[in-house]
């Protein structure tokens, strides 16, 4: 593929430009840099040439047709919670901050669906939607912008109930590489008409266009919602009951892992006391008298499984309390061992060898002697391990990268992913032509190089592999 | 774009050399030229040079191989059932029928998911699913080919509930344009693992390659189905309580609305005696309890909107014979004129504007003097109208034409879509540009450019507007 050419004084010349074109939105401060260099995760920083912060889509347009003369690469940018090193700028170039086109453009309440600019967030449209009944369903956890959200093709605790971004996002509006603005679908719940663009642009990660608008299919608010949590002797048993769950049609709306190394990092962390069992953590939406009968076959499955010390929580401040909990694991796994850094990993496998394949992971974690405890959105068959590591110590860091590839290989050896849902970046691209084969890593070169043949699209991610 | 040589000559050698790889199992006599030349709907037959009949991956690839050597037309045939010009070989070519592709490769009953060959079809695989309590559930009431749904993004009656092909397509395995063969997705319930290959070729009605073998998702089968049909005073009200009943999330399994003119016909050519009234055929899933509570809700909201006559069928023969009558509807019509022909079109709203749509189409029909009956998925805003008429008449044909167009502009200026589930084939090339806008329109043939350089893949369809 082309590598954009890299001259400092072009990309001087362009900073220049885009000055005129933004005035003070253009930054170049080195701490501006370094911040849009990074997402959450141990991936090195790699800072872009410029930052800009856009307000709308003639800006957006406007800068990536000043970086196609240029030959520069655009990233844009949510709220840099990325996984896998997708907004590293790997070879320098401009970063759109989407952060300020935040305006929610329209809900309609009638048909379920709203339209909003990329940079709003997951919480701020719930927010908004408070009152009117509906409410946003895909939820990662971090307070992520839609736009990043939709890039990654993100999901989450309740994509088991309500779906991905794939199913969730019924429209776009994009930047093309040649800064043309083009929309996607329609908002009709369902369309025979011409190429799935949409799904197309899901998931791309910034290397095929801007995602700017969204139009999101939004879901009605239960009447009733329960929650719980319930311990189980080891991960086999927790990942059972969860299978025969799903094979059994229970509508749950969250059905979370998290292991008995991550519920003693929570108590720790957040003065819970629950017990220190792989444990589940559940939710029930419908209406009451469906809840009342999800529950009471659930705890049937349950019990086959040796539950025990089932926890509820009824009302909404004791529900979020829970959440917050499993949402903030992550912190808590890194208050274990202050300074350190969590090395983000998540595969996804078919429900049926779920089991098999976080049992053999846990033993995996067990010989290498890494602390990495595993949390999951299991009734899809996803799991993360975060394997926490010493900064300062490449070899731990060496270590957690074997243990990831070996993760990955038996997900993909099972018949799964190498990400269910954190995305490529530049973190999986070594997986991509041992889970997709030669063939189709090259349709979807062949693509990327029809639709950016500048190859300026945050290069370097996805498909440079 | 492109257009392949047609030279005579040159497609008799081919024709040679595709004898030489399949024997027998190459026809050219002129009856299977004509019957691979159509679909069921009005568009005029265009027969293809040869028709080949498959068997296996490795014979579409080295069809396709020699006809990217012949610069000649490839088009994939399932059962002949599409609506809108999709396997009209529109400059000749090679015909490949699938119905020998028609091995079920595996069913993975824990995984809820089965590989198939593109020729099963949908009736096919559910007699061979019966004994499993799973069901694949697009139905899209003709018995279709796996492939052929695949390849036009198929729905049907059930799709409110259960999802469209683009929801219960796992992965594929496509013949390209160059003869290689990929495969697209894994059998993991979701993944972020690069571009949505899947997705791009659901609904690309085989103009990027051909699909050769499907995974699909499976539902469990219900402990509880009901169904019903209820009789409105008018169509907007039938469509109203459709609204309200989407709106309050019941969870339908199906929800068809039938105009008073198609339940006249039915009861003539089915021996029926339905009241002769604007109709919903409803079909309810669940639990016992869930069922009861789903009826009692539709129940409480259709008789806010005048509903009467309420009819029940418990009994499977007794739904058997609810939902044949209404999948007989368009044979029904035909019977009504005898030797007319129906001219098919369907389009998509938002579901807010669903009854205003029927309600302005049901005027225009009435204003036309055309007989037109329409009948509707209408609890994802879908709805079709058959224009019957007699093919001798040039000049109703022409009305209907009119007629179609304006049904689409109507549903476009609504925010819908030209076509819910038929696709675009020839007959709905025109209306691309009007949906996507030319810059979305100019994307798609940016790909279709890229991925069939020598435009062979059913050329003429989907982009070439």
């Given amino acids: 593929m082309n590598r954009p050419a890299a001259g400092i004084s072009t990309r001087e010349a362009l900073i220049g430009q885009l000055r005129a074109l933004l005035g003070e939105r253009v930054s170049t401060s080195t701490a501006v840099l370094e911040q849009h260099g990074r997402g959450e995760s141990w991936h090195p920083t790699q800072a872009p040439d410029a930052v800009c912060y856009v307000r709308d889509n003639d800006e957006v347009s406007a800068i990536v047709k000043l970086c196609a003369a240029g030959r520069t690469p655009v990233i844009a940018f949510g709220t840099g919670t990325s996984l896998e090193g997708q907004v590293q700028a790997v070879n320098g170039g401009i970063c759109i901050d989407m952060g300020q086109m935040n305006q929610i453009l329209e809900v309609n309440a009638e048909d379920m669906d709203c339209r909003v600019q990329a940079g709003v967030t997951r919480r701020g449209l719930n927010q908004y939607l408070r ?66 663009l949409t799904r197309l642009f899901v998931g791309s990660e910034g290397t095929l266009g ?41 509508p749950m709306a969250r059905i979370e892992l998290l292991d008995s190394a991550y519920i003693k990092a929570i108590n720790a962390y957040s003065k819970t006391d629950y017990p220190e069992l792989d444990t589940l953590f559940l939710e029930f939406h419908g209406t009451r008298a469906g809840v009342a009968e999800q529950v009471q076959m659930f705890d049937e499955i349950s019990r086959e499984f040796d539950a025990s010390g089932f926890q509820w929580a009824e009302r909404e401040e004791d529900r979020n309390r829970l959440w917050r909990a499993r949402h903030d694991a992550y912190y808590a796994g890194l208050a274990v061992h202050p300074g350190s850094r969590g090395y983000v990993t998540d595969v996804c496998v078919p429900i049926s060898r779920l089991a098999d394949c976080i049992t053999e992971t846990q033993a995996d974690i067990a010989a290498s002697g890494l602390f990495a405890p595993i949390v999951g959105h299991v009734g899809d068959g996803n799991f993360h391990s975060t394997i926490f590591f010493d900064p300062d110590d490449a070899e731990t860091l060496a270590q957690a990268r074997e243990l990831d590839k070996r993760m990955v290989r038996r997900a993909q050896q099972m018949g799964g992913t190498c990400t269910g849902e954190h995305g490529i970046g530049i973190g999986k691209l070594k997986h991509m032509r041992n889970e997709h084969g030669d063939g189709a890593v090259e349709v979807m070169q062949t693509i990327k190089a029809a639709l950016d043949p500048l190859n300026i699209m945050n290069p370097g991610k996805v498909v440079d592999c």
Avoid: W
Wanted: hydrophobic content about 40%; aromatic content about 4%.
């Fill in 131 to 196: 009152d009117t009944g509906l409410f946003f369903a895909v939820d990662p956890g971090a307070d992520t912008s839609i736009g990043g959200m939709t890039a990654t093709r993100a999901s989450g605790t309740n994509a088991v109930r309500y779906g991905t971004m794939r199913e969730n996002v019924l429209g776009l509006t994009v930047v093309t590489a040649n800064g043309e603005i083009i929309r996607t679908g329609t908002r009709a719940r369902k369309s025979a008409a011409g190429y799935d």
């Fill in 210 to 250: 801007v995602i700017t608008e969204i139009c999101l299919r939004l879901h009605g608010q239960s009447e009733a919602v329960s929650a719980a949590i319930v311990n189980f002797p080891d991960v086999r048993a927790a990942a059972e009951a969860t299978i025969q769950t799903i094979q059994m049609g229970i």
